[in-house]
């Protein structure tokens, strides 16, 4: 229920935070940092944290020459916009010269609600199935996308992100398990829509890939089935290196008999699934591209070095396998994934390579340059909250020149 001067905040899917009809930050607004400060607060609420904690937070490796007025600044900068917002108690507070915000201005976040409502539907036991369904429904509608994509490369976000999407994703699952039990075709309808926005966020989930095709096999969607499975198969094998579980190979067979699989429309499906597309999405982050394009590209761009006087650096990034469930490995993998793509430079390519790898293509002008890369990436890993998982090892190679 919303409150009078009450700070509220939407996190999901991008930042929205207002105080009644005044907006501090619009949904899809540019993030800057009094309000990345805001943000770190507002999720620490009542945690001690340092002040050293907060710059090491919000500018990391940014080489800023004086990172403590820069605080000081942000927090100015905050106090004023919130204070003109409406909120005239004091919101930052300071103890022993920490900042912190004040327990006692009122604020409302769509991720405290979200993490209610998962604690009622997935971890109160003796809770009635009709409240789980309906907890579901209301955490699902709120997950409106990720958590705060505009700050995803932040390391101190990163596991909170990780934990909210599985959350998700657990909570899509046990509201499609209820559904797809019930004879009700709406039902099956509901788990297909479900399932086909989570499979948005993450396509490699075996389990969410099932629940969609059993919708489908519900609904007696056959020509559905054989149009995706391809797509899928396809991007299991490219990602993962592995097959699709049996219980989807079924599922296909089931839509296969007596099928005619004509060669045009596998071509067309191939064809729809070129990487090269066109869109008013910015480019962020390094390309990301299968390793036989890799291959292509590595050719091209050490021709290319060589005229430049430059040198092509190639890092390969292992992640050992520790005692972790399997979709919790390809969690990671996708984590480290996203994480590479923000930390490397637009002109950077990158692939997955093996099972648990991924090589990197660098374009230096000193050969000691990927040394910064390395231990960037390294570090920020290890404070990203997942390194428990899998460890993670660099190695370099410099290719001969071309003579």
Not at 102 to 121: Q, S
């Amino acid at each position: 229920m919303q409150q009078t001067n009450c700070l509220q905040a939407s996190m999901f899917g991008g930042l929205q935070i207002h105080v009644g009809d005044q907006y501090l930050v619009e949904q899809g607004g540019r993030v800057n940092k009094p309000m990345e400060l805001l943000v770190y607060l507002l999720l620490n609420i009542g945690v001690q944290t340092s002040n050293e904690q907060i710059m090491e937070a919000l500018w990391g490796d940014d080489e800023v020459e004086n990172p403590a007025g820069a605080l000081k600044n942000a927090a100015y900068s905050l106090r004023r916009q919130l204070a003109k917002a409406g909120l005239q108690q004091e919101c930052i507070i300071t103890r022993d010269r920490q900042y912190a915000w004040n327990p006692e201005v009122p604020v409302e976040l769509d991720v405290d609600r979200f993490n209610k409502l998962y604690e009622i539907a997935m971890q109160t036991p003796g809770t009635p199935p009709e409240k789980v369904e309906r907890c579901c429904r209301e955490a699902v509608a709120l997950y409106a996308g990720d958590f705060l994509p505009a700050l995803s490369d932040r390391y101190w976000l990163m596991a909170r992100a990780s934990t909210l999407r599985q959350r998700y994703l657990s909570m899509v699952l046990h509201l499609s398990d209820l559904l797809l039990a019930s004879e009700d075709r709406s039902g099956a309808e509901e788990v297909m829509n479900l399932c086909s926005r989570a499979l948005l966020l993450e396509p490699l989930s075996e389990e969410l890939q099932l629940r969609h095709f059993t919708a489908l096999r519900k609904l007696d969607m056959k020509t559905a089935v054989l149009n995706h499975y391809p797509v899928v198969a396809n991007m299991f094998f490219d990602e993962v290196g592995e097959p699709l579980p049996e219980s989807i190979r079924e599922i296909f067979r089931w839509a296969s008999e007596g099928a005619d699989l004509p060669m045009e429309d596998i071509r067309h499906i191939q064809k729809d699934l070129d990487e090269i597309t066109r869109d008013d999405r910015p480019i962020r982050g390094a390309y990301f591209c299968p390793y036989e394009v890799f291959k292509h590209m590595y050719h091209m761009v050490v021709r290319s070095a060589t005229r430049n006087s430059e040198d092509v650096i190639l890092l390969l990034v292992t992640l050992t396998p520790q005692e972790a469930p399997k979709q919790e490995r390809i969690r990671v993998m996708l984590s480290v994934k996203e994480l590479i793509k923000n930390m490397l430079r637009k002109g950077d390519v990158f692939s997955r390579y093996g099972r648990n790898q991924y090589v990197l293509m660098l374009s230096v002008k000193n050969a000691d340059d990927y040394k910064v890369v390395r231990d960037r990436l390294l570090s920020r890993y290890e404070k990203s909250g997942i390194s428990q998982i899998l460890h993670m090892q660099v190695t370099v190679g410099i290719p001969d020149p071309i003579v």
